[in-house]
């Protein structure tokens, strides 16, 4: 099989394409033939050595696909060879094949694609379970979405409108502004065009219940002054690279709550709960990644390239099959 191999840590341009022999799934793993994987920013991390885990090199990067099953192992249940299957896992996707446990996929709803299924898992479960059980956003209320022309971000866009947000995006381009337009974006800000905080005052005088930040950096703060009194300001990731520092006054004089979100930290009920509607907002067709750019194996490194500079509006993905 051909397969994307990180030989050593460093930028997306270290990464070459091998032939490697097909994995073999052990007990309760299966093997999956992948038809398109997603590239996400952990993705750049990981390469250069820099993700929260570290994975020796040499290794398969790619954290998120999907395919069709090949063959199980001698331990699995509840899935079979032929069905369509999107997973994740922390490695491996870059690659015509993949073994992984039999709990890390999902089946593919009918009329659902490929290429949607394998960009849908990863941004629209982070986004959809940071709203209902971290922000815990209600229909009506507003809330302001950072990096919203990104795969987190524009999911958020959609899925916030879904509950009944009011959402305000920022982004940093009219092209990802329009996309946070046409996924249901309220009032549209773009951070570089002036001051950020002037411009979320002016957006949102009263106050968001909420805040969604994926990026960090700099639009943190002004985020966090444009909440009103006991808003939720929800850190998801740092895509700026640079972890923000928060003037805690802020938090004591308007009550507000700085919560993180980590899928481990999620109650198990409402991590059930959220799952199945989620599922049921995709598979009616009700909500749906946006997918800005395509690209063969041979050119992954690319396809990060585009991710870790932030120019990509929504998904990335890469497809085996072109």
């Known amino acids: ?9 460093g930028t997306p341009e ?10 073999r799934p052990g007990e309760a793993q299966v093997r999956v033939r992948v038809h398109a994987a997603a590239a996400n920013f952990p993705d750049v991390l990981l390469i250069a050595g820099r993700y929260q885990i570290t994975v020796p090199p040499p290794f398969v990067p790619g954290s998120e696909f999907a395919g069709v099953i090949t063959e199980l192992g001698s331990d699995c249940t509840g ?26 996929l999902t089946p593919i709803p009918e009329g659902v694609d490929d290429r949607t299924a394998a960009a849908f898992g990863v941004a629209y479960r982070t986004a959809y379970h940071s709203l209902r059980s971290v922000a815990r956003i209600r ?11 990104g795969g987190v971000g524009l999911a958020a866009v959609q899925l916030g409108a879904a509950l009944g947000a009011e959402v305000v995006a920022v982004a940093s381009s009219a092209e990802k502004l329009a ?3 046409s996924y249901g ?3 549209l800000i773009d951070h570089r065009a002036g001051e950020l905080r002037e411009a979320l005052r002016a957006a949102v005088p009263g106050g968001a219940a909420a805040v969604l930040d994926p990026v960090g950096g700099d639009l943190s703060e002004p985020a966090l002054r444009a909440l009103g ?11 700026s690279g640079t972890v923000p520092r928060i003037p805690l006054n802020l938090v004591l004089v308007k009550g507000l709550q700085v919560l993180g979100f980590q899928f481990r930290d999620l109650d198990p009920d409402e991590f059930e709960r959220n799952e199945k509607e989620l599922a049921g907002l995709l598979a009616d067709g009700r909500v749906a990644p946006h997918i800005g ?18 120019r990509a509006v929504g998904k990335v993905l890469i497809d085996m099959t072109a």
């Open 1 to 9: 099989m051909r397969a994307v191999v990180c030989p050593e840590f």
């Open 14 to 23: 270290v990464l070459r394409v091998e032939r490697r022999p097909a994995p």
């Open 139 to 149: 229909a009506g209320e507003t809330v302001v979405v950072l990096g919203a022309g």
């Open 229 to 239: 009194r006991g808003g939720r300001f929800v850190t998801i990731g740092y895509a």
């Open 293 to 310: 750019a395509v690209f063969p194996l041979e050119h992954t490194a690319r396809a990060l390239r585009e991710v870790a500079a932030g």
């Open 179 to 181: 996309a946070a337009r």
């Open 185 to 187: 974006a309220t009032r």
């Open 79 to 104: 899935v079979a060879v032929g069905d369509r299957v999107a997973g994740t896992g922390l490695y491996g996707a870059f690659a015509e094949e993949i073994v992984v446990p039999a709990t890390n």
